[in-house]
């Protein structure tokens, strides 16, 4: 432009130069140049334009093109038609005749035809057309080998292409298209006219490159698709052939069919398969093979040198070509002439491995050359894994079925020669095992079934049935299959026919043939349909009763022999027998339980110990009174329980014992008696363990009583006895006042006395069930207050003893209770509540109501009462251990007791060792005991 824009400049210069000089033409000349540049400007700029429009048109058919293309290949089921719509497109776009697909298989080796199209016809010789790619001259392999466009304007003269495919096909010119996928070359398009000669526009060129890619991915997709299937199909049979090999058990069968599929499954002309470890020759085992083969002779296994392979290397053996495998070169594997002889050209051989040693052989082969896939080696090694599983199991089986066939024979063979002794001794064998489980046997219901199993067991027979008569019936209680076993319960009159006839005969019915009884009862209950042969023997007792018949069946007629029979006789005499042994057994089972029910519901304490001195029964009470439950007893010995031996070694005795329970001392009267067996010999021991603690105790209690009671009577006496006599005999050396105070002193030791009599009697009262109280609406906060205050005043102060009555708000507590008694009750827990603090300190007396009752607590801070002790301070004559030396009978709280217990009333204590007690009483409110009187009584 800076070019064109100075000379424009230089023109316009010299035109007025020129028109300075008036040289005219020049001037004209020089406007015509000028126009002329500019004219050639612009029609350059517009060609240019024109031409990048056409571009671009050309470029955007050329998408539509592809784009229309790729539809039509989406819709292409396998790569016949997809060459074809490929094909059918290149022709129509470039505007050629012929256009071919050839395929180059996965080694690179050959090219063949898959399909050409000539004026939209398919050409039918070109499928079987093939290409050299190693050693033949041709355009596909030109195109091949430089992976480019190979373009021939004058097909008929160049050196380059395949003169024969071309003359074939009248091809003029012609341009070869690689199909390169990403993996490889897949496949060569020839496209060209058989009319004239062409030349290729760069525009075509363009087009032919961009439809060959789509024609390659969609080749590529139906590969894949292909592979897919193939793979799917494969996995089918592998698993169709695992599964027949968990279930066919004939595995010949099983192998045959398999080969067969195996060899479909991978195009193969011959499958076979070869057992043997690698040192043999390995024989074939199975073959199959396409019609019209003959079969590989028996002697050609060592030349089978493929399988040898296999075998020897103990992996896989892919051989793609025979004539060329370097892998058998090694002649001793065998060779390469047997195989070819074969009609083989391709073996694919994988070993049989189980349990890491090679057990055989699979082979195919294959009658053209074939590189076999990474798909097809793992096919046959999974067909390979299966076959080692069938031949596994079958080894199994046929091992299994020679030792039974052995045995069995075995068997035939001694009883066929040895005859009827033979039989003898097997029917005795059989009844003599039969024999144990029958008297296993514990319920009639299990000896039965027992009974008509062994009867069929014994004889070999079909079916069994036992009947039990019933009065006059028969009833069936047991039989064995083909529909004996639904009859249970059934009842039938013994009476007819044959079942009478074994019943009223009591001998055998022997019947070898149904069909030939001339009065064969359709009724009757022991025919059963089905059956051809019978036999039935009478069920015999001990008291020679008949208790029922057995019988067996045959579905076949059968001659029963005489030693039969009689072993029928005696299992139904063994039955008979055990059926009494059950009844016995439940008998006794029953008076077991019995006797255990009635030892455990004793009150007294039993406990056998068998010959071991094992404990056997523990009895309920015993578990009470030991505390040592039965769990923990039985099997144990008694020195291991009670840390005590029961047995005195005397054959009968009585004696007592002592055991620790807990804390306490537990005494115990042992009786004890020796069980005998019947042989007289020591079966074990009984003891009665009778819990005479509290007897002992309470005979102890009596004895401290009579000396501390004579102890305390003594006490006051003696000094009645010495002021009295003092006062009798020196009277006048006293002063008034000094013989008053020992008067006192008589009147309260009297007193004293009074007291404890009264608690005597109290206590005769108690245990004779005498004792009377007068019920009556009591005021307790007055006798409380009455209480307190002469204890008050009784203690000297020594001891510093606090009293506090606590009686709430409420200062009349007013409950049902017998004045007198509800006072000595008190007066007592006070007295204790001083005697047991010794060292002083507060005695409380609270006092208040609780709904339907008044309660009352007598509280010290005294030594307090061990909580074991707790409950037996209310027993007669219990003193605690201190209070021994502090005296006392140990009656007081007894008799409190007896007296509140009189009353209605409640009385117990809470107490902590050391801190303190709390006796408290329950009485019955006035409330309570008013609104109850109200209540009409029954019998008003
Ligand atoms: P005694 O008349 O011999 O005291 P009791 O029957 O009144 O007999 O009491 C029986 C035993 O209860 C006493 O020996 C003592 O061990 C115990 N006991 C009663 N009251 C108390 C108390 N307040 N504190 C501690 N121990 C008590």
Redesign the pocket.
């Known amino acids: 432009m800076t070019v064109s824009g100075t000379s424009l400049h230089a023109q316009l210069a010299s035109l007025a130069d020129a028109a300075r000089s008036s040289d005219l033409v020049l001037l004209i000349l020089a406007v015509l140049g000028l126009f002329l540049v500019i004219h050639l400007a612009l029609d350059v700029f517009v060609l240019r334009r024109r031409r990048r429009r056409r571009e671009s048109i050309a470029q955007e058919s050329r998408m539509a093109a592809a784009a229309d293309l790729s539809a039509a290949l989406a819709r292409a089921r396998d790569s016949e038609e997809v060459g074809r719509v490929l094909l059918d497109t290149l022709n129509e776009l470039i505007g050629t005749d012929h256009s071919g697909l050839m395929l180059i298989d996965e080694g690179g080796t050959e090219a063949r035809g898959l399909i050409a199209r000539s004026d939209g016809v398919d050409l039918d010789w070109y499928p079987a057309a093939r290409v050299d790619l190693k050693s033949e001259v041709s355009g596909v392999r030109c195109a091949y080998e430089t992976r480019t466009l190979f373009l021939v304007e004058n097909a008929l003269d160049s050196p380059e292409v395949n003169a024969e495919l071309i003359e074939r096909a009248g091809l003029k010119s012609v341009a070869f298209l690689p199909l390169e996928s990403e993996r490889r070359m897949i496949g060569v398009v020839s496209i060209g006219s058989t009319t004239g000669f062409l030349s290729f526009t760069s525009e075509q060129l363009a087009l032919m490159n961009m439809l060959a890619a789509e024609g390659t991915l969609a080749l590529e997709r139906t590969y894949s698709l292909a592979a897919l299937e193939r793979a799917l199909e494969r996995e089918r049979l592998v698993s169709e052939i695992s599964r027949r090999v968990r279930s066919e058990s004939d595995v010949d069968r099983l192998i045959e069919v398999a080969l067969a599929e195996t060899a479909e499954a991978l195009g193969a002309s011959r499958c076979f398969l070869r057992l043997g470890d690698p040192e043999t020759p390995a024989p074939l085992r199975l073959e199959w093979r396409q019609e019209g083969l003959d079969p590989i002779p028996a002697d050609a296994t060592p030349y089978l040198s493929v399988s040898n392979l296999a075998l020897r290397q103990g992996r896989t053996a892919a051989v793609a070509d025979i004539e060329t495998s370097p892998e058998l070169a090694d002649e001793s594997l065998g060779g390469r002439e047997a195989l070819l002889g074969l009609g083989s050209r391709a073996v694919l051989s994988a070993p049989i491995v189980l349990f890491g040693a090679v057990i055989g052989v699979l082979a195919v082969h294959a009658a053209a050359v074939l590189d076999w896939s990474d798909d097809d080696i793992a096919f046959i090694e999974a067909v390979a894994r299966e076959f080692g599983m069938a031949l596994y199991s079958a080894n199994l089986l046929e091992e299994n079925r020679r030792r039974l066939e052995q045995q069995e024979g075995l068997l035939a063979a001694t009883e066929a020669m040895a005859g009827e002794l033979e039989l003898d001794s097997v029917l005795t064998r059989r009844l003599a095992g039969g024999r144990a489980d029958l008297f296993r046997a514990l319920s009639t219901r299990d000896v039965l079934a027992e009974s008509v199993s062994q009867a069929i067991a014994l004889l070999d027979a079909d079916a069994a049935l036992l009947l039990e008569l019933e009065g006059s019936e028969l009833v069936a209680r047991e039989g064995s299959s083909y529909g004996l076993e639904e009859m249970q319960g059934e009842r039938f009159p013994a009476a007819i026919s044959m079942a009478g006839d074994l019943v009223y005969s009591r001998r055998p019915l022997v019947i070898g043939d149904l069909s030939l009884q001339e009065r064969l009862e359709t009724l009757d209950p022991i025919v059963r349909e089905g059956f051809q042969a019978l036999l039935g023997v009478p069920l015999i007792g001990s008291d020679d009763s008949l208790e029922g018949v057995l019988i067996v069946y045959s579905h076949a007629a059968r001659a029963w022999r005489a030693k039969e029979t009689e072993a029928l006789v005696s299992l139904a005499a063994n039955t008979a027998t055990a059926l009494a042994n059950a009844f016995l057994y439940l008998r006794v089972s029953f008076e077991r339980e019995q006797s255990i029910a009635i030892l455990s519901s004793v009150a007294d304490g039993i406990v056998a110990v068998d010959r071991e001195g094992k404990i056997v029964l523990w009895n309920a009470a015993v578990e009470r009174s030991t505390g040592i439950s039965s769990d923990e007893a039985l099997g144990r010995t008694s020195v291991e329980v009670l840390r005590r031996e029961l047995d005195s070694g005397a054959e009968q005795g009585e004696r007592s014992i002592s055991i620790k329970r807990g804390g306490t001392e537990l005494w115990l009267e042992v009786t004890e008696a020796t069980m005998r067996d019947p042989a007289d010999q020591i079966a074990g021991k009984i003891y009665t363990l009778r819990d005479v603690s509290t007897d002992r105790f309470v005979e102890q209690a009596k004895s401290d009583f009579v000396s501390s009671v004579s102890h305390e009577l003594r006490a006051p006496l003696t000094s009645i006895y010495g002021f009295a006599e003092t006062l009798l005999r020196r009277g006048e050396l006293f002063d008034e006042t000094q013989r008053r105070t020992f008067l006192s002193y008589i009147a309260s030791e009297s007193e004293r006395l009074t007291g404890i009599v009264d608690a005597l009697l109290d206590v005769a009262e108690l245990d004779s069930g005498d004792l009377q109280v007068e019920l009556g609406q009591t005021d307790v906060a007055h006798i409380v207050r009455e209480v307190v205050e002469v204890a008050r005043q009784g203690e000297s102060g020594s001891n510093g003893h606090e009293f506090v009555i606590d009686l709430g708000a409420d200062e009349s507590l007013g409950a049902e209770a017998d004045r007198d008694k509800l006072r000595r009750v008190l007066v007592?827990?006070i007295?204790?509540?001083i005697?047991?603090?010794p060292d002083g300190g507060k005695v409380t007396v609270a006092g208040q109501k609780r709904p339907g009752v008044v309660e009352l607590r007598?509280v010290?801070e005294?030594?307090?009462?061990p909580a074991e002790?707790q409950e037996r301070?209310?027993r007669k004559f219990?003193?605690?251990?201190?209070?021994?030396l502090?005296?006392?009978?140990?009656?007081?709280?007894?008799?409190?007791r007896g007296l509140v217990t009189a009353m209605g009333g409640r009385i117990w204590?809470d107490?902590v060792e050391g801190e303190?007690?709390s006796?408290v009483l329950e009485l019955v409110s006035s409330e309570a005991a008013g609104a109850k009187s109200e209540l009409p009584s029954v019998g008003e």
């Open positions: 007592n827990l007295d204790n509540a005697k047991f603090s007598v010290d005294g030594v307090g009462i002790e301070i209310f219990y003193r605690g251990s201190p209070s021994v502090r005296g006392g009978t140990g009656l007081g709280l007894f008799i409190s204590v107490s303190g007690s006796f």
